[in-house]
């Protein structure tokens, strides 16, 4: 059977709106998740001068999705705090694809609409030279959310990302030109962008790896052992 190939990045945008402030209740605080503070190696390894932010980031990235849900709930009940857009992005991307947790249409749109209110912000932080920022741009601009659909747009702000390391928008770049998106398709550059996110330990990255080997085609070998 075809396996699926992987990105980071919702399937479907949400709908704009104008300003939006989203709404909490107690079931949002997802306390139960919450790790030991003490304990923990990865907030062992974070500074606590970096907040909840930094620490909802590190759990995310090793896909510990319900432990970095609670810290991205607590930056985005503050619309001060300087992560706040970037909190309610992770949100988004988090109820949208169910990541760790139940699938959450509402919950996506409604962090959704504070993305699309704060894609200027998206804009600055990704023209200074924040990977992460230009990452969250790329995708904003591949689905159309909160601007205009452009996928040279996309593939643009994926590779100034890329250029930094950045394993997500390498993997994402692995998708365009696997599919052909605002790219010529071309199987020798997917593979390429997969192996280098791959390499870093990108989890999504050595999946469409595998797919690719296991199923054959796609200027692959078929190979079980590399699967």
Known sequence: ANGTILNEVPTSP???TSTFTPTFSAATKMSTFRPNLNSDPVLGSIPKVEGDYALGLAFYQQSRYREALSFFL??????KNPNYPAA???LWRLYELG???PMDKAKAQMYGKVVEEHVHWFIK???VGTAEAQVNLGVLYQYGQGVTQDDAQAKAWYEKA???????AQRNL???YASGQGVAQDDAQSKAWYEKAAAQGDVKAQRNLGVLYADGGHGVAQ???QA
Request: glycine fraction near 10%; charged fraction near 25%.
């Open 88 to 90: 309610c992005f992770k």
């Open 14 to 16: 949400v709908l704009k």
């Open 174 to 176: 692995g998708v365009l």
């Open 99 to 101: 990541r760790g947790i």
């Open 223 to 225: 190979d079980y052992a």
């Open 74 to 79: 607590e930056v985005s009940k503050n619309q």
């Open 162 to 168: 890329a250029a930094q390391g950045d394993a997500k």
């Open 125 to 127: 932080q990704a023209q």
